[in-house]
């Protein structure tokens, strides 16, 4: 674990307020949502499910938690206020973890759990249950001094799900390690009514990643067997170029309505998108480059830069706009490549250091125009100004490669690595 990464008994988190990054309270906790894993490994924390008003029960992913402490929680920003809806493959930490029946692997003793502990993964956004405390003694009987003690996950049995399992909660589990890639060739091979399974089971995120890696085909099929609310949320996961390549394969009426559920301002980013040609600069762009302001630092863009969720290519290069800092920006006045970020000293602006010289694209240039304008500055991402020039996205390589590969490539190309189950036996 990272050296001074705060551990939290969940039992501490209970009622404790959560509130938005202005300070102003969502509401309180609930209750946690864990994954299981096969084996002994510890539980990935995906989220807290929080009370709101009315005493309506939303999810809050961890990936928007930007503080974890027994007095309060706190958000990156917007929280989805659509109920929360437990899926096959999490567990409600307070609800189902605690007051359970385990067993010491080390002594065979069985043990009540009092509480589990949770602590961030160094340099990730991801969180575990990495220890449990818990009592000796038969369930309900008396606690004396010296029954309780605090263990690792793996120096207990009884929580985690057996390796042997058919279902579809242990195939998630089983293929968790897989990048998404890997996880959507074989989500390619498995049976319509077993892909849908597995689509249910994984967690928004995890499903989103999946579905910007599978062919067009299988992409429709699973969206159209979700819930409309929970599509809707799987849409918002997704960068918003691929959201909308996704339902610009939909029927103007089931694209209307799922765009409707969305969050609004993820639904303009993917309004905005579907309103380009599909093979154009601005069809093929993302709108959440890495956008700074002339007055950050170069200390501001690295941090900008490490982001986990970000992508190699968009992470190669911070814009430089004008206020407002969000797409479309303000007058967009150049690039800082990421090479020229390593060599300045952190306290300089990067205004001094920003790249005016390369003249940006269009949203209205052709597939061809973007290739060529990669290929001959050796960029791996390019930005995208309108007349007035206000930055609109960027178009990186990876947008580019999969409108210039054949159409089934993921079907007759794509083979996973060796010792990866194709999910056909």
């Not at 404790?16 to 510890?42: E, H, I, T, Y």
Request: hydrophobic share 40%.
């Amino acid at each position: 674990m990272a050296a001074g990464a705060p551990r939290v008994f969940v039992s501490h988190l209970s009622g404790v307020a959560v509130f938005d990054p202005n300070g102003d309270q969502v509401g309180r906790v609930r209750d946690l949502v864990a994954m299981l894993r096969v084996g002994r490994r510890p539980p990935r924390l995906l989220g807290i499910v929080v009370e709101v008003a009315g005493r309506r029960l939303i999810f809050l992913p961890m990936t928007r938690v930007s503080g974890v402490e027994s007095g309060q929680v706190i958000t990156t920003g917007v929280v989805n206020l659509r109920r929360f809806e437990q899926r096959p493959t999490e567990r409600l930490v307070l609800g189902e973890l605690l007051d359970r029946r385990v067993t010491l692997v080390e002594t065979g003793e069985q043990v009540s759990v009092l509480d589990v502990a949770i602590q961030q993964l160094p340099a990730r956004r991801d969180w575990e249950i990495d220890k449990v405390f818990v009592r000796r003694g038969k369930s309900g009987a008396l606690r004396r001094k010296g029954e309780t003690l605090t263990v690792e996950w793996s120096a207990v049995t009884g929580f985690s799900l057996e390796e042997h399992g058919q279902g579809a909660e242990s195939l998630v589990a089983t293929f968790e390690q897989l990048r998404p890639a890997d996880l959507a060739n074989v989500m390619h091979h498995l049976s319509p009514k077993r892909r849908a399974e597995v689509a249910a089971a994984l967690d928004d995120d995890r499903l989103a990643d999946v579905l910007e890696e599978l062919p067009d085909d299988d992409q429709v099929e699973i969206l159209g067997k979700l819930k409309d609310e929970r599509a809707a949320d799987v849409l918002e996961a997704m960068d918003p170029d691929d959201a909308a390549d996704l339902l610009s394969e939909l029927p103007e009426e089931d694209k209307e309505r799922l765009l409707t559920l969305m969050q609004p301002d993820d639904a303009a980013d993917v309004r905005r998108l579907l309103s380009y040609e599909e093979r154009t600069a601005g069809g093929l762009m993302t709108t959440e480059p890495i956008v700074l302001r002339p007055d950050a630092t170069v200390a501001d863009a690295l941090a900008r830069v490490r982001q986990q969720d970000l992508s190699p290519a968009l992470a190669a290069q911070v814009y430089v706009c004008r206020p407002p800092d969000e797409t479309p920006t303000g007058k967009y006045l150049g690039t800082v490549h990421f090479q020229r970020l390593l060599r300045e000293p952190p306290f300089a602006l990067v205004s001094s250091v920003v790249d005016s010289d390369l003249k940006p694209l269009p949203p209205d240039a052709s597939l061809p125009s973007v290739t060529s304008f990669l290929a001959a500055y050796n960029m791996v991402a390019a930005p995208v100004v309108d007349d007035s020039g206000s930055l609109l996205g960027a178009v990186t390589v990876d947008d580019v490669l999969d409108h210039l590969l054949p159409d089934d490539w993921r079907e007759t190309e794509f083979h996973g690595p060796e010792g990866v189950p194709d999910g056909r036996h």
